[in-house]
Protein backbone atom coordinates (compact mmCIF):
# COMPACT_ATOMS: atom_id res chain seq x y z
CA UNK A 1 0.00 0.00 0.00
CA UNK A 2 2.69 2.27 0.87
CA UNK A 3 4.64 1.86 -2.24
CA UNK A 4 1.59 2.80 -4.05
CA UNK A 5 1.31 6.08 -2.03
CA UNK A 6 5.06 7.07 -2.62
CA UNK A 7 4.65 6.73 -6.40
CA UNK A 8 1.04 8.87 -5.81
CA UNK A 9 3.02 11.22 -4.52
CA UNK A 10 6.00 11.02 -6.90
CA UNK A 11 3.42 11.96 -9.39
CA UNK A 12 2.32 15.20 -7.77
CA UNK A 13 5.97 16.02 -6.88
CA UNK A 14 6.41 17.15 -9.76
CA UNK A 15 4.91 16.83 -13.25
CA UNK A 16 9.05 16.10 -13.97
CA UNK A 17 7.88 12.74 -12.83
CA UNK A 18 6.00 12.42 -16.09
CA UNK A 19 9.11 13.72 -17.68
CA UNK A 20 11.02 11.30 -16.14
CA UNK A 21 8.83 8.59 -17.89
CA UNK A 22 8.79 9.29 -21.15
CA UNK A 23 13.06 9.47 -20.78
CA UNK A 24 12.21 6.12 -19.83
CA UNK A 25 9.99 5.22 -22.52
CA UNK A 26 12.86 6.90 -24.97
CA UNK A 27 15.99 4.46 -23.01
CA UNK A 28 16.14 2.38 -26.87
CA UNK A 29 17.83 5.90 -28.55
CA UNK A 30 19.92 7.08 -25.33
CA UNK A 31 22.97 6.83 -27.54
CA UNK A 32 22.20 9.60 -29.96
CA UNK A 33 21.82 12.52 -26.78
CA UNK A 34 22.77 13.83 -23.68
CA UNK A 35 20.47 12.31 -20.53
CA UNK A 36 21.10 14.82 -17.75
CA UNK A 37 19.76 14.32 -14.10
CA UNK A 38 19.17 17.56 -12.52
CA UNK A 39 17.96 18.80 -9.02
CA UNK A 40 14.29 20.27 -9.12
CA UNK A 41 15.79 23.61 -8.25
CA UNK A 42 17.83 24.35 -11.37
CA UNK A 43 14.35 23.22 -13.56
CA UNK A 44 13.89 27.01 -15.16
CA UNK A 45 17.74 27.31 -15.71
CA UNK A 46 19.10 23.87 -17.65
CA UNK A 47 16.06 24.00 -19.25
CA UNK A 48 17.67 27.54 -20.83
CA UNK A 49 20.73 26.46 -20.18
CA UNK A 50 20.25 22.88 -22.22
CA UNK A 51 18.20 24.49 -24.94
CA UNK A 52 20.88 26.61 -25.80
CA UNK A 53 23.24 23.89 -25.92
CA UNK A 54 20.99 22.33 -28.03
CA UNK A 55 21.47 25.01 -30.56
CA UNK A 56 25.33 25.24 -29.88
CA UNK A 57 26.37 21.98 -29.97
CA UNK A 58 23.42 20.28 -32.24
CA UNK A 59 23.49 17.80 -29.94
CA UNK A 60 20.17 16.47 -28.40
CA UNK A 61 19.20 16.19 -24.64
CA UNK A 62 16.69 14.46 -22.13
CA UNK A 63 16.29 16.36 -18.92
CA UNK A 64 14.80 14.52 -15.50
CA UNK A 65 14.11 17.08 -12.89
CA UNK A 66 13.79 15.86 -9.44
CA UNK A 67 14.89 16.44 -5.77
CA UNK A 68 19.05 15.64 -5.95
CA UNK A 69 18.74 12.77 -3.19
CA UNK A 70 15.56 10.95 -5.62
CA UNK A 71 17.51 11.49 -8.71
CA UNK A 72 20.66 9.90 -6.76
CA UNK A 73 18.74 6.86 -5.40
CA UNK A 74 17.46 6.15 -8.61
CA UNK A 75 21.15 6.32 -10.35
CA UNK A 76 21.55 3.89 -7.40
CA UNK A 77 19.10 1.40 -8.40
CA UNK A 78 20.23 1.71 -11.95
CA UNK A 79 19.31 4.24 -14.00
CA UNK A 80 21.53 5.63 -16.62
CA UNK A 81 22.69 9.53 -16.60
CA UNK A 82 25.48 11.07 -18.74
CA UNK A 83 25.12 13.51 -16.46
CA UNK A 84 23.64 14.52 -12.76
CA UNK A 85 23.87 17.89 -11.00
CA UNK A 86 23.10 17.87 -7.77
CA UNK A 87 22.46 20.09 -4.94
CA UNK A 88 24.51 17.91 -2.62
CA UNK A 89 27.89 17.17 -3.98
CA UNK A 90 27.99 14.03 -1.17
CA UNK A 91 24.98 11.92 -3.10
CA UNK A 92 27.78 11.53 -6.11
CA UNK A 93 29.82 9.22 -3.94
CA UNK A 94 29.46 5.49 -4.69
CA UNK A 95 28.13 6.53 -8.43
CA UNK A 96 29.09 5.75 -11.67
CA UNK A 97 31.14 8.70 -12.90
CA UNK A 98 34.67 10.05 -14.21
CA UNK A 99 34.56 13.77 -13.72
CA UNK A 100 33.21 15.92 -10.74
CA UNK A 101 32.46 19.59 -11.25
CA UNK A 102 32.14 21.13 -7.87
CA UNK A 103 30.71 24.51 -7.08
CA UNK A 104 29.94 26.27 -10.22
CA UNK A 105 27.03 28.02 -9.61
CA UNK A 106 25.57 28.82 -5.56
CA UNK A 107 21.69 29.22 -4.39
CA UNK A 108 21.26 31.25 -1.12
CA UNK A 109 18.32 30.93 0.94
CA UNK A 110 15.89 33.80 1.62
CA UNK A 111 12.42 34.27 3.97
CA UNK A 112 9.39 34.79 1.49
CA UNK A 113 5.68 35.76 2.15
CA UNK A 114 2.72 35.34 -0.22
CA UNK A 115 2.91 39.21 -2.67
CA UNK A 116 -1.02 39.34 -1.17
CA UNK A 117 0.52 39.52 2.72
CA UNK A 118 2.95 42.88 1.42
CA UNK A 119 1.34 44.52 4.16
CA UNK A 120 1.68 42.27 7.13
CA UNK A 121 5.39 42.81 8.43
CA UNK A 122 7.75 39.86 9.44
CA UNK A 123 11.06 39.93 11.29
CA UNK A 124 13.66 37.83 11.94
CA UNK A 125 12.66 36.83 15.56
CA UNK A 126 9.24 35.47 13.99
CA UNK A 127 11.16 32.41 12.84
CA UNK A 128 11.63 31.05 15.71
CA UNK A 129 8.06 32.57 17.80
CA UNK A 130 4.46 31.25 16.98
CA UNK A 131 2.82 33.95 15.43
CA UNK A 132 2.60 32.71 11.98
CA UNK A 133 2.62 29.75 10.03
CA UNK A 134 6.08 28.53 8.36
CA UNK A 135 6.81 25.75 6.38
CA UNK A 136 10.69 25.04 5.41
CA UNK A 137 12.77 21.72 3.78
CA UNK A 138 12.90 18.77 5.73
CA UNK A 139 16.52 18.31 7.55
CA UNK A 140 17.64 15.34 5.51
CA UNK A 141 17.70 17.44 1.55
CA UNK A 142 19.88 19.62 0.20
CA UNK A 143 17.30 22.81 1.04
CA UNK A 144 16.72 21.52 4.26
CA UNK A 145 20.21 21.38 5.24
CA UNK A 146 21.58 24.61 4.18
CA UNK A 147 18.49 26.08 6.12
CA UNK A 148 19.29 24.85 9.39
CA UNK A 149 22.90 25.75 8.73
CA UNK A 150 21.57 29.19 8.12
CA UNK A 151 18.53 29.98 10.37
CA UNK A 152 19.39 27.11 13.00
CA UNK A 153 16.32 25.68 15.06
CA UNK A 154 12.94 27.21 13.11
CA UNK A 155 9.65 26.73 14.99
CA UNK A 156 8.09 25.18 11.60
CA UNK A 157 4.50 24.19 10.86
CA UNK A 158 5.67 21.76 8.25
CA UNK A 159 8.70 20.19 7.10
CA UNK A 160 8.73 19.89 3.00
CA UNK A 161 10.49 17.11 1.45
CA UNK A 162 11.80 19.62 -1.52
CA UNK A 163 12.06 23.47 -1.81
CA UNK A 164 9.19 23.32 -4.67
CA UNK A 165 6.63 22.02 -2.12
CA UNK A 166 7.70 24.84 0.38
CA UNK A 167 7.30 27.59 -2.57
CA UNK A 168 4.19 26.18 -3.29
CA UNK A 169 2.80 26.56 0.35
CA UNK A 170 3.77 30.39 0.37
CA UNK A 171 2.24 30.93 -3.19
CA UNK A 172 -0.80 29.06 -2.13
CA UNK A 173 -0.96 31.48 0.99
CA UNK A 174 -1.54 28.35 3.22
CA UNK A 175 1.21 29.43 5.15
CA UNK A 176 2.51 33.22 6.23
CA UNK A 177 6.53 32.19 5.77
CA UNK A 178 8.59 29.87 3.77
CA UNK A 179 12.57 29.25 3.04
CA UNK A 180 13.17 29.21 -0.33
CA UNK A 181 16.22 29.84 -2.88
CA UNK A 182 16.97 32.88 -4.28
CA UNK A 183 16.02 31.41 -7.46
CA UNK A 184 12.62 30.95 -6.46
CA UNK A 185 11.70 34.32 -4.98
CA UNK A 186 12.95 35.11 -8.45
CA UNK A 187 11.17 33.26 -10.52
CA UNK A 188 7.60 33.10 -9.09
CA UNK A 189 6.00 36.20 -8.71
CA UNK A 190 3.55 35.17 -5.87
CA UNK A 191 5.98 35.18 -3.46
CA UNK A 192 8.12 38.09 -2.12
CA UNK A 193 10.92 38.81 0.29
CA UNK A 194 9.33 38.64 4.13
CA UNK A 195 11.64 41.23 5.11
CA UNK A 196 14.62 43.39 3.14
CA UNK A 197 17.57 40.37 3.55
CA UNK A 198 20.94 40.29 2.25
CA UNK A 199 21.53 37.42 -0.62
CA UNK A 200 24.15 35.62 1.40
CA UNK A 201 25.72 32.30 2.23
CA UNK A 202 25.67 29.82 3.49
CA UNK A 203 24.65 28.42 0.18
CA UNK A 204 23.43 25.16 -1.79
CA UNK A 205 26.42 24.41 -3.69
CA UNK A 206 25.69 22.67 -7.28
CA UNK A 207 28.10 20.06 -8.88
CA UNK A 208 28.05 18.32 -11.72
CA UNK A 209 28.66 14.62 -12.11
CA UNK A 210 29.41 13.41 -15.96
CA UNK A 211 30.42 10.29 -17.40
CA UNK A 212 31.04 9.36 -21.63
CA UNK A 213 32.57 11.99 -23.92
CA UNK A 214 29.44 13.68 -24.31
CA UNK A 215 28.85 13.85 -20.64
CA UNK A 216 31.66 15.27 -19.80
CA UNK A 217 31.72 18.15 -22.91
CA UNK A 218 27.82 19.38 -21.54
CA UNK A 219 29.40 19.97 -18.02
CA UNK A 220 32.05 21.53 -19.54
CA UNK A 221 29.37 23.74 -20.81
CA UNK A 222 28.08 24.23 -17.17
CA UNK A 223 31.20 26.67 -16.63
CA UNK A 224 31.23 28.37 -20.24
CA UNK A 225 30.41 32.34 -20.69
CA UNK A 226 27.04 31.13 -21.57
CA UNK A 227 25.57 29.08 -18.92
CA UNK A 228 27.16 31.50 -16.40
CA UNK A 229 25.03 34.54 -17.55
CA UNK A 230 21.79 31.85 -17.43
CA UNK A 231 22.57 31.03 -14.01
CA UNK A 232 22.83 34.58 -12.90
CA UNK A 233 20.11 35.80 -15.15
CA UNK A 234 18.32 33.28 -12.43
CA UNK A 235 19.32 34.21 -9.45
CA UNK A 236 22.28 31.90 -9.06
CA UNK A 237 25.64 33.07 -7.28
CA UNK A 238 28.76 31.76 -9.22
CA UNK B 1 -13.62 -29.35 -0.40
CA UNK B 2 -14.09 -29.50 -4.70
CA UNK B 3 -11.12 -30.34 -6.55
CA UNK B 4 -9.79 -26.98 -7.67
CA UNK B 5 -9.29 -27.06 -11.29
CA UNK B 6 -5.30 -26.65 -12.32
CA UNK B 7 -5.98 -23.24 -14.46
CA UNK B 8 -7.21 -22.23 -11.15
CA UNK B 9 -4.62 -22.77 -8.99
CA UNK B 10 -1.62 -22.08 -12.35
CA UNK B 11 -3.47 -18.24 -12.47
CA UNK B 12 -3.68 -17.88 -8.61
CA UNK B 13 0.43 -19.05 -7.77
CA UNK B 14 1.45 -16.10 -10.31
CA UNK B 15 -0.93 -13.85 -8.80
CA UNK B 16 0.13 -14.72 -5.19
CA UNK B 17 4.12 -15.07 -6.51
CA UNK B 18 3.33 -11.30 -7.60
CA UNK B 19 1.94 -10.01 -4.53
CA UNK B 20 4.17 -11.36 -2.83
CA UNK B 21 7.74 -10.18 -4.56
CA UNK B 22 8.22 -6.84 -3.48
CA UNK B 23 7.32 -7.90 0.51
CA UNK B 24 10.38 -10.82 0.04
CA UNK B 25 12.37 -7.64 -1.91
CA UNK B 26 11.10 -5.52 1.17
CA UNK B 27 12.33 -8.09 3.71
CA UNK B 28 15.51 -9.25 1.91
CA UNK B 29 17.00 -5.53 2.07
CA UNK B 30 15.59 -5.27 5.41
CA UNK B 31 18.88 -4.40 7.94
CA UNK B 32 17.90 -6.83 10.22
CA UNK B 33 20.87 -6.18 12.74
CA UNK B 34 20.90 -2.57 12.76
CA UNK B 35 16.74 -2.78 13.44
CA UNK B 36 16.67 -2.92 16.77
CA UNK B 37 18.90 0.68 16.84
CA UNK B 38 16.63 2.16 14.00
CA UNK B 39 13.70 0.65 15.67
CA UNK B 40 14.31 2.81 18.56
CA UNK B 41 14.25 5.91 17.48
CA UNK B 42 11.97 8.86 18.69
CA UNK B 43 10.68 9.74 15.10
CA UNK B 44 9.21 6.09 14.48
CA UNK B 45 7.87 6.01 17.62
CA UNK B 46 6.34 8.96 17.09
CA UNK B 47 5.23 8.22 13.73
CA UNK B 48 4.11 5.06 14.66
CA UNK B 49 1.65 6.45 17.49
CA UNK B 50 0.34 8.94 15.52
CA UNK B 51 -0.68 6.67 12.35
CA UNK B 52 -2.55 4.05 14.95
CA UNK B 53 -4.19 7.85 16.34
CA UNK B 54 -4.81 9.01 13.02
CA UNK B 55 -6.06 5.70 11.37
CA UNK B 56 -8.29 4.81 14.22
CA UNK B 57 -9.84 8.45 14.72
CA UNK B 58 -10.67 8.15 11.08
CA UNK B 59 -12.03 4.24 10.82
CA UNK B 60 -14.30 5.83 14.21
CA UNK B 61 -15.50 9.08 11.97
CA UNK B 62 -15.98 6.77 8.76
CA UNK B 63 -18.26 4.60 11.14
CA UNK B 64 -20.23 6.76 12.43
CA UNK B 65 -21.08 8.86 9.20
CA UNK B 66 -20.90 5.95 6.98
CA UNK B 67 -23.18 3.86 8.03
CA UNK B 68 -25.93 6.54 7.53
CA UNK B 69 -25.02 7.50 4.01
CA UNK B 70 -24.51 3.60 2.94
CA UNK B 71 -28.25 3.62 4.42
CA UNK B 72 -29.38 6.38 2.30
CA UNK B 73 -27.97 5.37 -0.77
CA UNK B 74 -29.21 1.34 -0.58
CA UNK B 75 -32.62 2.41 0.49
CA UNK B 76 -33.70 5.78 -0.98
CA UNK B 77 -34.82 6.29 -4.44
CA UNK B 78 -34.59 9.89 -5.63
CA UNK B 79 -33.52 11.18 -9.09
CA UNK B 80 -29.76 12.65 -8.43
CA UNK B 81 -28.62 9.38 -6.93
CA UNK B 82 -26.82 7.76 -9.42
CA UNK B 83 -25.05 11.21 -9.61
CA UNK B 84 -24.72 11.29 -5.51
CA UNK B 85 -23.42 7.87 -5.45
CA UNK B 86 -20.78 9.04 -8.08
CA UNK B 87 -19.59 11.87 -5.73
CA UNK B 88 -19.43 9.63 -2.59
CA UNK B 89 -17.30 7.51 -4.64
CA UNK B 90 -14.72 9.98 -5.86
CA UNK B 91 -12.08 10.13 -3.44
CA UNK B 92 -11.59 6.35 -4.55
CA UNK B 93 -10.61 7.13 -8.21
CA UNK B 94 -9.19 10.97 -7.73
CA UNK B 95 -5.57 10.60 -6.91
CA UNK B 96 -4.92 10.95 -3.08
CA UNK B 97 -2.07 14.27 -3.78
CA UNK B 98 -5.88 15.57 -6.01
CA UNK B 99 -7.76 15.04 -3.13
CA UNK B 100 -5.59 16.82 -0.34
CA UNK B 101 -5.32 20.12 -3.32
CA UNK B 102 -8.98 19.33 -3.19
CA UNK B 103 -9.26 19.34 0.34
CA UNK B 104 -7.05 22.67 0.89
CA UNK B 105 -9.11 24.33 -1.57
CA UNK B 106 -12.34 23.97 0.75
CA UNK B 107 -11.09 23.65 4.08
CA UNK B 108 -7.49 25.64 3.61
CA UNK B 109 -7.04 28.76 5.11
CA UNK B 110 -8.35 30.64 1.67
CA UNK B 111 -10.53 27.62 1.05
CA UNK B 112 -14.28 28.57 0.97
CA UNK B 113 -14.72 26.79 4.17
CA UNK B 114 -11.26 27.27 5.58
CA UNK B 115 -11.57 31.03 5.58
CA UNK B 116 -14.63 31.57 7.18
CA UNK B 117 -13.12 29.13 9.95
CA UNK B 118 -10.17 31.00 10.61
CA UNK B 119 -11.46 34.47 10.58
CA UNK B 120 -15.00 33.75 12.71
CA UNK B 121 -12.77 30.64 15.18
CA UNK B 122 -9.17 31.57 14.56
CA UNK B 123 -9.53 27.78 12.86
CA UNK B 124 -7.12 26.36 10.63
CA UNK B 125 -6.96 22.91 9.96
CA UNK B 126 -4.16 22.27 7.75
CA UNK B 127 -0.83 21.65 9.77
CA UNK B 128 -2.70 19.90 12.60
CA UNK B 129 -3.29 16.30 13.38
CA UNK B 130 -7.10 17.17 12.93
CA UNK B 131 -5.94 17.97 9.33
CA UNK B 132 -4.80 14.51 8.65
CA UNK B 133 -7.57 12.77 10.50
CA UNK B 134 -9.74 14.77 7.66
CA UNK B 135 -7.60 13.83 4.82
CA UNK B 136 -7.59 9.88 6.04
CA UNK B 137 -11.50 10.39 6.48
CA UNK B 138 -11.52 11.36 2.86
CA UNK B 139 -9.78 8.87 1.31
CA UNK B 140 -11.18 5.70 3.43
CA UNK B 141 -14.79 6.79 3.47
CA UNK B 142 -15.71 5.45 0.30
CA UNK B 143 -14.22 1.70 0.98
CA UNK B 144 -16.39 1.30 4.20
CA UNK B 145 -19.64 3.12 2.46
CA UNK B 146 -19.65 0.29 -0.52
CA UNK B 147 -18.82 -2.00 1.47
CA UNK B 148 -21.93 -0.88 3.78
CA UNK B 149 -24.25 -0.29 1.16
CA UNK B 150 -23.96 -3.76 -0.68
CA UNK B 151 -24.99 -5.06 2.80
CA UNK B 152 -28.03 -2.87 2.93
CA UNK B 153 -29.04 -4.08 -0.28
CA UNK B 154 -28.52 -7.37 0.29
CA UNK B 155 -30.84 -8.01 3.08
CA UNK B 156 -34.83 -8.64 2.18
CA UNK B 157 -36.55 -6.32 3.86
CA UNK B 158 -38.97 -8.91 4.96
CA UNK B 159 -38.41 -8.55 8.72
CA UNK B 160 -38.43 -4.84 9.05
CA UNK B 161 -41.47 -4.81 7.43
CA UNK B 162 -43.04 -7.46 9.83
CA UNK B 163 -41.25 -5.68 12.67
CA UNK B 164 -43.09 -2.26 11.02
CA UNK B 165 -46.17 -4.03 11.20
CA UNK B 166 -45.88 -5.05 15.24
CA UNK B 167 -45.84 -1.41 15.71
CA UNK B 168 -41.43 -0.86 16.19
CA UNK B 169 -40.25 2.30 15.76
CA UNK B 170 -38.49 3.11 12.33
CA UNK B 171 -35.35 4.28 14.74
CA UNK B 172 -35.50 0.60 16.99
CA UNK B 173 -36.14 -1.49 13.46
CA UNK B 174 -32.70 -0.05 12.14
CA UNK B 175 -30.84 -0.28 15.26
CA UNK B 176 -32.18 -4.23 16.51
CA UNK B 177 -33.26 -5.52 12.96
CA UNK B 178 -31.15 -3.96 9.89
CA UNK B 179 -28.02 -3.04 11.56
CA UNK B 180 -27.06 -6.59 13.45
CA UNK B 181 -28.05 -8.27 10.13
CA UNK B 182 -25.12 -6.66 8.08
CA UNK B 183 -23.00 -6.57 11.02
CA UNK B 184 -20.06 -8.29 9.24
CA UNK B 185 -20.14 -6.63 6.46
CA UNK B 186 -19.57 -3.61 8.61
CA UNK B 187 -16.75 -5.30 10.40
CA UNK B 188 -15.12 -6.02 6.49
CA UNK B 189 -15.88 -2.47 5.82
CA UNK B 190 -14.21 -0.88 9.14
CA UNK B 191 -10.59 -2.62 8.08
CA UNK B 192 -10.74 -1.94 4.71
CA UNK B 193 -11.36 1.24 5.42
CA UNK B 194 -8.70 1.54 8.61
CA UNK B 195 -6.14 0.04 6.34
CA UNK B 196 -6.37 2.71 3.70
CA UNK B 197 -6.32 5.50 6.04
CA UNK B 198 -3.48 3.31 7.94
CA UNK B 199 -1.76 4.00 4.13
CA UNK B 200 -2.59 7.18 3.41
CA UNK B 201 -0.03 9.29 2.11
CA UNK B 202 -0.64 11.39 -0.68
CA UNK B 203 -3.63 13.73 0.76
CA UNK B 204 -1.80 14.07 4.14
CA UNK B 205 1.08 15.17 3.04
CA UNK B 206 -0.47 17.99 0.70
CA UNK B 207 -3.28 18.94 3.19
CA UNK B 208 -1.81 18.41 6.88
CA UNK B 209 2.23 18.76 5.68
CA UNK B 210 4.51 16.98 7.54
CA UNK B 211 5.53 17.96 11.63
CA UNK B 212 6.68 15.01 13.34
CA UNK B 213 4.69 14.17 16.33
CA UNK B 214 1.92 16.33 14.64
CA UNK B 215 1.23 15.13 11.23
CA UNK B 216 4.17 12.92 10.33
CA UNK B 217 2.65 9.80 9.91
CA UNK B 218 4.09 6.48 9.39
CA UNK B 219 3.88 6.86 5.09
CA UNK B 220 5.20 10.12 5.95
CA UNK B 221 7.82 9.22 7.49
CA UNK B 222 8.98 6.89 5.20
CA UNK B 223 8.64 8.64 2.21
CA UNK B 224 10.92 11.15 3.96
CA UNK B 225 13.11 8.80 5.03
CA UNK B 226 13.66 6.80 1.77
CA UNK B 227 15.52 9.71 0.04
CA UNK B 228 17.78 10.53 3.11
CA UNK B 229 18.54 7.07 5.36
CA UNK B 230 16.88 4.65 3.24
CA UNK B 231 17.52 1.78 5.93
CA UNK B 232 15.24 3.43 8.39
CA UNK B 233 12.58 3.49 5.60
CA UNK B 234 12.61 -0.27 5.29
CA UNK B 235 12.48 -0.31 9.51
CA UNK B 236 9.66 1.95 9.57
CA UNK B 237 8.06 -0.41 6.50
CA UNK B 238 8.22 -3.23 8.89
CA UNK B 239 6.51 -1.18 11.79
CA UNK B 240 3.75 -0.88 8.98
CA UNK B 241 3.79 -4.42 7.43
CA UNK B 242 3.66 -5.52 11.37
CA UNK B 243 0.60 -3.19 12.62
CA UNK B 244 -1.74 -4.10 9.59
CA UNK B 245 -1.27 -7.37 9.92
CA UNK B 246 -1.69 -7.79 13.41
CA UNK B 247 -5.43 -5.87 13.10
CA UNK B 248 -6.01 -7.31 9.84
CA UNK B 249 -5.52 -10.95 10.55
CA UNK B 250 -7.69 -11.22 13.85
CA UNK B 251 -10.20 -9.30 11.68
CA UNK B 252 -10.32 -10.86 8.52
CA UNK B 253 -11.94 -14.01 10.65
CA UNK B 254 -14.35 -11.74 12.05
CA UNK B 255 -16.05 -10.96 8.67
CA UNK B 256 -14.89 -13.77 6.88
CA UNK B 257 -15.56 -16.84 9.26
CA UNK B 258 -12.14 -19.07 8.09
CA UNK B 259 -13.59 -22.56 7.71
Given at each position: MWLLNVRETVNKYLPVFAIFCLACFGCGKEEQGVNIYAASSLTEAVSVAVERYEEISEVKTKVVFAGSNHLAAQLRDGANADVFITA??????????QEILEGFAYNALVVVKPV???NKSFELNDLTQDKGLIAICSVGVPCGDTTKAKFGIINADTYEMNVKAVLSRVASMEVDLGIVYATDLKNEPKVIEAWPQ?????CVSYAAASKGKKGNKFSDFLTSDIAKEIFSDHGFSL | MNRIPKAVVLIATIAILFLLSPLIGLLQRMPWSELANLLGSDVILDAFLLSLFVSFSAALVVFVFGIPIAWFLARSNFSFMKLLRAVVLLPMVLPPVVGGTALLFA?????FLGKWLNDWF???????TAGSVMAAVFVSMPFFVVAVESAFRSISEDLEKTAETLGASSSKIFLKITLPRIFPSILAGLALSWARALGEFGATITF??????????LPLAIFLALETNPEAALALSLVMLVTSLAILIPFRDQWLPSR
Open positions: DADLIEGLDFDFIEIACP | FGRQGGLTLPFTAGNMPGETQT
